[in-house]
């Protein structure tokens, strides 16, 4: 039995569209409703993930490590084993860990300082501009397949449709091109992205 502390909408969700789509079993909890969270995790971020199997107990942080761990501990399609396609389907998931992920968190970063209006709207340019580049990256990759892992949905797939919804909360243009746009379709339309974005309304409803 898993445990996956999460934020809603944020790139926990990416975990537990994974954890379904492995199907398993996993309890969310909402990282506000910890009274000391850094007592879980020292950094303050999720996702974090509890394994817990019998008398063990471990703990796992960061994105891509926990991505990485779940896809080698459980068979499954969204992660190749062997060869050239694994070291690819590694590196996607760190390009959506380590490139996009902080690129749209300077959307949030710049939300939250006390720069004035014209200054505001000059980060929030120069940010959604490293952002539409790093889409029009992902569209190229797509120019054959359908998504990053080929004619199978990966992991990394799932990361970037969870990263894509963000933008909407800022006053930015992201541009995603058609390709890159029909893929993250395909991932939210799946039953596993659905179940996950539900189970994190349920919570929400719980403790309102």
Known sequence: MYTLYYLPSACSLATQVVLHELKQPVEIIN????????AINPVDT?????DAKGKE???YTEGAAVMLHLLETHP????PTEGTARAQAIR???FANATMHPAYSKLFFIAGTTLDEASKHRAYSAAAESI?????????RLAHTPFLGGQQVSAADIMLSVYSRWGDSFP?????GHKAQNMIDQIVARPSFKLALENEAAQERAHA
Request: no cysteine; net charge positive.
């Open 76 to 79: 499954n399609a969204l992660f």
């Open 31 to 38: 990282k506000r409703s910890v009274a000391n969270f850094k």
């Open 92 to 94: 996607d998931i760190m």
């Open 132 to 140: 539409n580049h790093l889409w029009q990256v992902v569209e190229s």
């Open 46 to 50: 999720v996702p974090v993930l509890i």
């Open 172 to 176: 930015v243009n992201i541009h995603i």
């Open 57 to 59: 107990r471990r703990t």
